[in-house]
């Protein structure tokens, strides 16, 4: 999808199509190494500025009779707030969750859409320190706030429900710490790795397949890239609703895991 | 025949994933149709319940590519 894809496909004429794989994620602008300056840090950091800008531009003036900037800002906060926040983690103490989750929507959402926006096209989230940071703000989150109502000691008894029977009761906790402390940070990290990297890969193998059919092939092979080209348009439209979801995914179960801790019994 | 083995290892666990995503999905439409003002309540449910199923999906994804090369 890059340009350094088509590059490398056009000069290796000859030498037959090579599959897209895991190394054309890795594209360093500036240096090399582990302080590299990628291109996910740029798409980053514009996907960043982008949103101050807007959001601060959309709310700068507010007024009763709001704008269209205004509106779609307010209705994505109000989507946020009243569609997760509050029907999950309850109407007592969702209005201090409300930022963390409306800031970790619009920054999935940014970054998730920005896989297909002409010109930028990389989903910033197809690197796993992204999601990795992104989950370590909720994981320490959630424990800190269960540790902090109950604290240590209890937060460990509440993991196990009340009412069992004595020989179940280790099984049971055993699971229970698994789940909180390594299954759920781990499935909501690579999650949202895993849909945009997957997604990412496809459409970069129905691109690059098509046009290497349709300049190399036979008629045959011409049509079938024609066909690789509509596939890749479809997988596009199919792509957009995947990152509105994984961004209302992964704030619905940040959400989820909040209200956990702030229950009584998790 | 070429290739690698960790690629099926995904294909495998994708099977599970794809027939809980089609119960849950399967149920959510049930519901609806019996109870549409029921909507905005079994939605969330669902795409609660289609993403914990996805992820042994994802899982086996990512374990595709750790293991690609080993």
């Known amino acids: 999808m890059s340009l350094n894809v088509l590059g490398s496909l056009a000069s290796a004429d000859g030498g037959g ?20 300056i990628t291109r996910p840090a740029v798409v980053l950091m514009l996907s960043v500025g982008l949103i101050a800008w807007w959001l601060i531009a959309t709310t700068k003036r507010a007024a009763i009779v709001p704008s269209k900037g205004q509106w779609a800002t307010e209705s994505l906060y109000g989507f946020v707030r009243n569609g997760v926040a509050r029907d999950i983690i309850g109407s007592k103490d969702f209005l201090r969750f409300v930022p963390l989750l409306f800031t970790m929507f619009v920054l999935i959402l940014v970054n998730n859409l ?106 045959g092979l011409k049509i079938a890239g024609a066909g690789s080209y509509v596939m890749a348009f479809a997988l596009t439209i199919f792509e957009i609703l995947i990152e509105f979801l994984q961004a209302y995914i992964f704030t619905l179960l940040a959400a989820t895991y909040i209200a956990g801790s702030l229950s009584d019994e998790h | 025949m070429t290739g690698n083995i960790a690629i099926l290892g995904y294909g495998l666990s994708a099977i599970g994933p794809g027939v809980g995503i089609g119960l849950i999905f399967a149920a959510y439409i049930n519901g609806v149709a019996r109870q549409p003002e029921a909507r905005g309540m079994l939605q969330g449910i669902a795409i609660l319940g289609f993403a914990l199923a996805e992820a042994l999906a994802i899982f086996g994804l990512v374990l595709a590519f750790v293991f690609k090369n080993g």
């Open chain 1, 17 to 36: 199509f090579q599959t897209p794989t895991t190394s054309e994620f890795y594209q360093p602008l500036l240096f090399d190494g582990p302080l590299a």
């Open chain 1, 114 to 219: 920005f896989g297909v926006i002409p010109l930028i096209q990389y989903p910033t989230m197809s690197r796993i320190g992204i999601p990795i940071a992104l989950t370590l703000v909720v994981y320490v989150t959630y424990h800190y706030i269960g540790i902090k109502r109950v604290g240590l000691g209890q937060y460990f008894k509440g993991l196990v429900p009340a009412g069992l029977p004595g020989w179940i009761v280790p099984l049971i906790f055993v699971l229970e710490v698994i789940t909180f402390f390594i299954t759920r940070p781990l499935t909501l990290a690579l999650r949202l790795f895993g849909n945009m990297f997957a997604g990412h890969l496809l459409l970069l193998l129905f691109i690059t397949g098509g046009q290497y059919m349709i300049i190399n092939g036979g008629i």
